[in-house]
Structures are given as structure tokens and as C-alpha cells.
């Protein structure tokens, strides 16, 4: 197997395409969603193959559908934490658990739920449910972004309006809904990721190994669970779809947005829009044409930053000003008896961030709170945790550098720029398209190398890249080797990803429902 074909993307025979503009029709409106022509080659959405297979939801894995493959690999999680929170005592962790009001009494399905979910209240679970239920009352909370328990808080709310509230307390209805709620956005992140794939791999076979390695990955836990991980990387990938395959702008703002609303690295999705739009004006050069996008780019920019900064002014409303707010008194014992910053509690040495020149919560909130910051997790004790990401951060970063030095000329253009005709040759779609995946994969990991804590390094690439999955997928469908060495050694391969994302599905989520470390 070739260097170049690692990285994920490789067609197992090169394809052409009739591609036809009028030429007056740039001159009159601004380019249209459907008429790209990339600057370093053929769009792969106009491959025959491509047009010609049927949508999304009739993917087939041994005649599953995606939606039902990605359904079923939910429940299987569910199940498994079920047994193992039945069968192993919960560990000690020492990490917050979010006060409950001792005086509420039990609803008669409380029990059946905790049964049920009880394996997934775990770790930064309890931040979510707790937001969920009573918002952001401890400065500590601010590290976790409001889209996912607003999410939860307002139909939870609409719920126990009705005589449903008899039946079930608001925690374990919050619970409930996170897990349906993260079933629904999986299934979606799932079809997101086989339409992407589809796209940039341009092969049908790839992007159901892609997708199928997807429901199962190391970081499966995560997605069911009450984490944003699931809801984020259905807005990601619908992002990152949205810009290769070029639909209008205004399209992106919302999943755009609303990625930035769901976890902190949403930010980075800015770059695929500016990257694309980039090769939009390059390969399309004209004034009108770049006036026009110029300006839609603008207008999506601007929606997307205004609804961050209202996160921020809300933040700045609750910790940077000395108010009362009606928290309940369970809450408020939980703040005094842990020495946590209660919100409308402002002092001259608490939250420092408020007289900041950007006052911003969130690095203030990371920095005293779990100590993330620039090599602050190199210590010997930490050891384990780096052992538990290495196999993702190899397989990212390995792979990301046969890319980068296969194409070499390409990326120094920044994929802008038309290569020699030589060069053009040998480059296919994937190779085309990959720069900005594999450069968005490699950024992630280097921030989780150096600034945070970097077991969360395997749950960032599972949520925020397809590119760990287009590499591990090029493992079991790349160009067959004829030598037994290569066929052996890629047997192995085969194996080692097999094990590590089963391997890490089972253990992750049987340690991650007794509260014992995992990523």
C-alpha cells in the first residue's frame, strides 16, 4: 500500500467528468451552489458514481441501513453500561456531582430511569445535567457550553409542565432526554458523515467502512452519554459537507452557529468556510463574483459571532456583577461546602476574567479549574493517560505527515493554486479535497498534546474530524498488495484498528459507568 493511499482516500480507478458553465452566467448573479470548479481539479460531486447512488439512508452494512447500524450500536452501549454499572461497585472519584434536593420525593419511574442510564450520570455528565436543571449557578460550570443542556432544560421544562412531572423528577427526565437526544443526533452525525465521505473519498465502499468505524469508535461512551459529543459532530460534519459540496452560504450559518454554541473547538469550523470560500474566489476569479461572496462571507461571519458573543455577554451578566438570584438552597449549601463561586456572588478577587480587556470565561475557567495550559500535563503520574491516546494520535498524525509529504508542492500552494499538469495527474479528488481535514486533524492534536489534557484527545478526534476514520477506513479498502509481506503486514493493521476500536468501545464504556478514568 502506497504512502499516499493511507491517508484514507484512495480510488481504486480514476474518473472523468464533463463539466460545462455558461460563460455570461458568472457576470450576472453570484456563483451558484452547483457550479464549482476547484482550483486543484474536478469537484468529485459530479462523479458518475457519485450522482447515481441513492441517498444517505440506504447506505448498506450486510443489507443495514446507516440509521439502523447506528441505532443499534447505541442500544449495544446502553446495554453494556447497564451490566456493568449492575455488576462493579461505582469508584470514588472525587470530582463534582451535582447536588440533589434530599427533600423531593422519589416519582414513581426515578428508579427505572437510574436503573436503565445510571452508567452514563458519569463525570462531565453531572456539569451537563446540572446546567440542564438549574443553569449556570457555579462559575466552574462556564467551561461547558450552553446548547446541549439548553437543549435538555427547555423541553425538559415543556415536559414537566404536564402531569408527566408526577411521573418523573426533572434529573431523571433530563437523563432521558439526553439519551434520546443523543441517539437522534448520532444517527444524524452518521448519515452526515457517510454523505461527507461519499463526497471526498468519492467511493461508496469507503464511506461505509468510514461510517461504520464511526458507530463503534474508541469514544463510543461519549456519544451516548449526556455529552455534547454526538450533537457536535452532526453540526461539524453537516459543516464541512455543506462547504464541499458548496451550498450557499446563508445555509452554513445556522449548523455553523450553532457548533460554536456546542463546544469550544466550534470555533475551528470558521476555517473550512473561509478555506472553501478561498477556492471558491480563486478558482471563479472576477470582480462581481468576488464582491458578491465577500459579502455573503461577511453576513454568515457576522451572524455567527453574534450569537457567540450573546454566550458571552449571558456569562459576563451572571459572574461579573453582585445580584441575587432565587437558587435553591441545595445549590447554594453545595457552593459554600466546596468553596465554588456562586453566580451573583461577585467580590473583588473572584473571577478575575470580568475585568479582563476581552473578558471571556472560558480559558479563566480551564486554567483554575483543571489546570489546562501549555505543558502543564507533563507529569510522570500523567503517563497512563498518554498511552491511552497514543493510538489515535498516531494514527492522526502519522498518516497526516504521508499525506503532507506525498503531496507536498500541493499543500505549500495551499491547495489554491493549479499544480503543474504532471503533478495534476497523479492527484486524485481525495488528494484535492484532504488538505484542509488533514490540517484541521493535525491542529486538534497538537493543541491536545500541548495544552490540555490529552486523554481527551481521543473524544475530540472522534466528534471533530472524519479524517481518523477516512484513514482507518483506507486500511480495509485500499489498493490490494500482492506481496505476502504487504499482505500480512496489512492484515495486522487490520487487526490493531479492529482491536482498538472495539476494544476501546467495551472498555471505555465499562469503566467510563463506574467512574473510573477513561478519556
Sequence with gaps: MRSGSSSGGTSPKR????????NGEHHQQCYGSKQQSTAGGNHPSSNTESTAELPPSSGSFFHISIVKLALVSRLLVIVLQIVANQLLPDHDAGVFVAPRDTEQPERPLDKLVRFAFGGLERWDAQYFLHIAEHGYTYENTLAFFPLFPFILKIIGSALSSTDLATLIGFRELSLLLAVLLNMVCFTGAACAMYKLSKLVLGSKKKAEVAVLLFCFNPASIFFTAPYSESLYACLSFIVMYQCVEDVNLIFIAMPLSLSLLCRSNGMMNIGFVLYFVARRIVAHYNFHNVICICSRLFSVLMIVLFHYGIAQVYNYYLFCFEQKFNFPPHVRTYATDHGLVL??????????????????????????????GLLRYYELKQLPNFLLALPAIYLTLSNSYRYLHEHWDYAARLGLFRLPKRHQKIMRPYDRLALVFVIHAVALTVVSLLFVHVQVTTRLLCSSSPILYWYAAEYFTGERAFIKRQVIRKLSKQHAILLYFVGYTVIGTVLFSNFYPWT
Design 15 to 22: 474518473r472523468t467528468h464533463h463539466h460545462h458553465v455558461s
Design 343 to 372: 453566580a451573583g456572588n461577585k467580590t473583588n478577587d473572584s473571577s478575575p476574567w470580568c475585568t479582563s480587556a476581552v473578558p471571556l470565561s472560558y480559558s479563566y475557567v480551564q486554567s483554575h479549574y483543571w489546570n489546562v
